[in-house]
């Protein structure tokens, strides 16, 4: 079974300037989930998607970051205006919520760094 | 606040060793904890997990031990190897929140040849 995949891998970017990243699950899980890690700290959740709802954005900050999950599969995560401390891991997990697994598989994380 | 975190930042072990990487949570309402391996560079990698129901669980060199009476959680891995030198986290499940997980900070295995 093919894990969760992530491009690009790494992106370095001037603050102010746009950024996307984006992510395809592991193939059937209806829940997808987008994760902040900065350096030293343990991931944290900004937003997750049950097929192509939003369950849970609190964490999320709306007015530069957006996410979306238009067909219920890959999803995009997007920065807008992007400032220094946006500079960390982005994690993108999938959970099989349908078997009641509610074990996360992540992908390997786009490492974003701001000038 | 309500947190997750880990007692020790790094833990330096010999190889052959066994070691044990503690957590404590501080929510009576968390029913499910799971602990992750993050190697550099690589996104986290499930290692085993434990409901509330449980006091232990086993896996493949791998056991979880859950302390409800303190809020204690633990890992521990036996016959520590090299390829077990990661940052290590726990995270935890709060009854009701959806599959939303905690993280804690993390500790950083050390395993020394």
């Known amino acids: 079974e093919a894990g969760v995949a992530q491009s690009p891998r790494y992106k370095i970017i001037e603050k102010r300037q746009s950024v996307a990243f984006w992510c395809n699950p592991i193939?059937?899980?209806?829940?997808l989930y987008w994760y902040q890690q900065i350096l030293g700290q343990g991931p944290k959740l900004l937003i997750q998607?049950?097929?192509?709802?939003?369950?849970?954005d609190s964490q999320l900050p709306k007015d530069r970051f957006s996410a979306e999950r238009l067909k219920g599969v890959d999803s995009t995560l997007k920065i807008q205006p992007a400032k220094l401390e946006d500079s960390a891991v982005y994690l993108c997990?999938?959970?099989?919520?349908?078997?009641?697994?509610?074990?996360?598989?992540f992908g390997p994380g786009t490492r974003l760094l701001v000038l | 606040g309500e947190s997750v975190g880990l007692h020790l930042p790094t833990l330096s072990v010999q190889e052959g060793d066994n070691s044990i990487i503690n957590c404590a949570y501080s929510n009576s309402a968390s029913d499910y904890f799971i602990w992750y391996k993050q190697e550099s560079g690589k996104g986290p990698q499930f290692i085993i997990d434990i409901r509330s129901n449980m006091d232990k669980r086993q896996g493949q060199r791998v056991t979880v031990l859950l302390n409800k009476t303190v809020k204690h959680l633990s890992l521990q891995i036996a016959a520590t190897q090299p390829g077990d030198s990661a940052v290590y986290f726990c995270a935890e499940k709060r009854t009701g929140t959806a599959s939303k997980l905690t993280f804690g900070t993390g500790t950083r295995l050390q395993v020394t040849l």
């Open positions: 193939s059937g899980h209806a829940t």
């Open positions: 997990a999938s959970s099989n919520r349908d078997r009641q697994q509610e074990t996360q598989y």
């Open positions: 998607f049950q097929n192509n709802g939003v369950v849970d």
